[in-house]
């Protein structure tokens, strides 16, 4: 019979255990942020939760690598450190937008070329997809930038639609690239989805712009808490080969 080539290993028992404690981290602690949205909870006492479920994927991935490429894991690792840092900087007033934007920025920075280094794969259509999304969002979205978060905002976008280009372009990548469909698929869809959390994340302040409190405000933050935590759990997913196989 063919060898398997992505050979599942065993966990130890402490390894196991740490391991159920933080996917309940991240579940948990996402659900008490958005329950806190859904009830209108002051964010004084549900925004520390924000944090937590990215903070736990810093942790996770190492676990669910198995010690395979392991140069990936960490980019990711640092990816998802610097998604954290946003998470914070955005809790904060206005004053620190910018400072969550850039953190974001560079997150995808990092995500972009964890996922070069594994295929430097084209794929031409993906791209020409992706600049004409990306034209769209921006169509839509940069008339109603302040001033001087324009040149940002750009940046923004440019790098997130790159993010996306280089996840997306996994699916069609050779096979010989050390990654199983199943991976790629997550990888794919996980970039597609933090591109609609930040979609809606700045249609949100920069285009309706509702009232802070108001059900709009409160279904778009929902809203855009559930695709951006969806996102980092499938791009988090993208790291084994071994446990996407379990998964499949």
């Not at 010989?176 to 698929?185: D, L, T, W």
Request: glycine share 8%.
């Amino acid at each position: 019979t063919k060898p398997d080539p992505y050979p599942a290993t065993e966990l130890p028992n402490l390894s196991r255990t740490m391991q159920g404690l933080l996917v309940c981290g991240f579940f948990g602690c996402g659900l008490v942020h958005i329950f806190g949205l859904v009830f209108k909870i002051p964010m004084i006492y549900v925004g520390i939760a924000k944090a937590v479920p990215v903070t736990s994927l810093i942790f996770l991935t190492p676990l669910w690598s198995r010690g395979t490429k392991s140069e990936f894991s960490r980019q990711l690792q640092l990816g998802f450190t610097l998604s954290v840092a946003g998470d914070i900087f955005l809790l904060g007033p206005d004053d620190y937008f910018l400072h969550g934007l850039v953190s974001f920025l560079l997150a995808h920075i990092v995500f972009s070329y964890a996922y070069t280094k594994l295929s430097n794969h084209a794929s031409v259509g993906v791209l020409l997809s992706f600049i004409v999304l990306m034209l769209c969002i921006a169509l839509y979205i940069v008339p109603n930038v302040e001033s001087q978060l324009v040149g940002p905002v750009i940046a923004y976008h440019l790098i997130i639609g790159a993010f996306g280009w280089r996840a997306c372009a996994m699916v069609t990548a050779p096979p010989s690239v050390p990654m199983p469909q199943g991976a790629r698929i997550r990888a794919a869809v996980g970039s597609l989805m933090f591109i609609l959390s930040d979609v809606i994340l700045a249609a949100n302040k920069f285009v309706i712009r509702p009232v802070e409190g108001s059900e709009i405000w409160q279904a778009l933050r929902i809203a855009n808490m559930l695709s951006y935590y969806g996102a980092q759990l499938l791009i988090a997913q993208s790291v084994s080969p071994a446990a996407q196989k379990r998964v499949d």
